[in-house]
């Protein structure tokens, strides 16, 4: 098949593009971590990431997300601390500069509550996670509010003397608040 | 003849981050302390340890760009236990911060160093790439705490030299490192 006849046929099969697309604010959204420093907790977040949202409150299962996270971009208020999460022991942004996390479809658990189950992958490693989260539309605006535990160890960030609680607690949160606006509306 | 204003400074501030830096090492890795205790330790003797090794370069560039005052009259062997303790000691305050400067880079760890929380300071090229880190760190660390009890001995020796001369033979060889005494001569 040429090239464009594939395209064309792609361009089919692809979902229009309905009004269940949402445009995240990113400079009104956070992406933000948390963890524990020798028994001392601290809060970070991403300045670098995009989010491709579609989500239809009407038909959540049919939706979509896929977010791409600059890893370089983390910062946590503490030179020492950012200089060493890119490094190889914990990011590893030379060998992934970027983490991923694609959500293939929500569910509605009632009220304003509903989950993304999707894969989280960080340093290479995917893994099966359900980030449940809150959500609050109105008009052509909606606000997004989850949080999610996580094992740092399971996507080996944190190597080698590292990769022990002793010195950084195992268990690590990110909280996901966004602003986003619906697409062509 | 006392000692330049230049060289006392640097001499106490030199003599107060060594005082300093003996008492944190021995602190963070014998006292079994809390996680947070024993870091912040860590960064703080990184952080003296360099501005010692900076001071100990001011120093020794002093020492060459100016004579210090001459020593009084003593024996030959006084003067030969005299000069070969100060030779000495610069050497340990060198060797020593620049193995520490060398085990900070080879830890496993891999932890950046940030004078004071504040200034970024580098590692040592080379011996973060090196293929056996943890076998590197035990032999340099080894070396950067046997040559600390050694700089404390001289120290001490030096010390017991300088009251010696103080109270005993009341040559004034002290008063020549003091700061904020009247000169009895104009200082050099």
Known sequence: ????????????????????????????????????????????????????????????????????????????????????????????????????????????????????????????????????????????KASAKGHLSLVRTGFGVGQGVWATGEWVALEVGVDVDLVATKSGS | MRY???????HWVIALGILALIVLGLAMTHLGLAPMAKFQMYQLHKSIGITVLLAVLLRILWRLTHRPPPLPAMLPLEKAAAEGTHGLLYVLMLV???????????????????????????????????????????????????????????????AAAALRHHFMLRDGILDRMLPGRTAKEPRS
């Open chain 1, 1 to 140: 098949m040429k090239p464009l006849a594939l395209l064309a046929v792609l361009s089919l099969l692809a979902p229009p593009a309905l009004a269940s697309d949402w445009t995240v604010d990113v400079p009104k959204s956070r992406l933000g971590f948390s963890g524990v420093q020798n028994g001392a907790p601290f809060q970070g977040s991403f300045g670098k990431w995009s989010a491709e949202i579609a989500f239809d409150p009407a038909h959540p299962a049919a939706g979509h997300a896929k977010v791409t996270i600059d890893l370089a971009s983390a910062t946590t208020g503490d030179t020492q601390r950012d200089s060493a999460l890119p490094q190889a022991e914990w990011f590893d942004v030379k060998g992934f500069p970027q983490a991923t996390f694609e959500a293939t479809g929500f569910v509605a658990k009632g009220g304003d509550a509903y989950e993304a189950p999707g894969t989280l992958t960080i340093r290479g490693i995917g893994k099966a996670v359900v980030l449940p989260f809150t959500l609050a539309v109105s008009d052509d």
């Open chain 2, 4 to 10: 330049h204003l230049v060289a006392i400074v640097l």
């Open chain 2, 96 to 158: 020593i911060p620049l193995s520490g400067w060398t085990l900070v880079s080879v830890s496993p760890f891999n932890l950046p160093t940030v004078l004071y929380g504040a200034v970024p300071w580098p590692h040592l090229p080379v011996f973060p790439d090196l293929a056996d880190k943890p076998a590197v760190e035990a032999v340099v660390k080894f070396i950067h705490g046997k040559l600390a009890w050694l700089l404390t001995a001289v120290i001490a020796l030096h």
